[in-house]
């Protein structure tokens, strides 16, 4: 059974830093096109981050966040720096086979169960 995990949410001040990790199980998702999205509260879920061949990053996050990924341990990661109160949410780590439409979460076969993000002004 496939399945992703996310860990690493927690409440921050802002300008902190947290990491998050997406631990899959279940097959290798070292080809597989790996996302971050976000869903504030009252808003539609949106596109973070993703890493196959190379990363993507929202222009809202560029140059603060970093995905990265380690093959052997079957985890991507979300490295988020210089944090702000607007990136409070719900934090969702997502998975394809396909490198195609990166940005949309239609796309993606699955989705581990979110880790919050809480950013204190």
């Known amino acids: 059974q496939v399945q992703l995990a996310e860990s690493g949410g927690g409440l921050v001040q802002a300008g902190g830093s947290l990491r998050l990790s997406c631990a899959a199980s279940?097959?290798?998702?070292?080809?597989?096109?790996m996302g971050w999205f976000r869903q504030a509260p009252g808003k539609e879920r949106e596109f973070v981050a993703a890493?196959?061949?190379?990363?993507y990053y929202a222009e809202a996050v560029k140059g603060r966040f970093t995905i990265s990924r380690d093959g052997a341990k079957n985890t991507v990661y979300l490295q988020m720096n210089s944090l702000k109160p607007e990136d409070t949410a719900v934090y969702y780590c997502?998975?394809?086979?396909?490198?195609?439409?990166?940005?949309?979460?239609?796309?993606?076969?699955?989705w581990g169960q979110g880790t919050q993000v809480t950013v204190s002004s």
């Open positions: 890493t196959r061949a190379t990363t």
């Open positions: 279940g097959r290798s998702f070292s080809s597989y096109t």
């Open positions: 997502a998975a394809k086979s396909n490198p195609w439409r990166i940005f949309e979460i239609s796309t993606y076969d699955y």
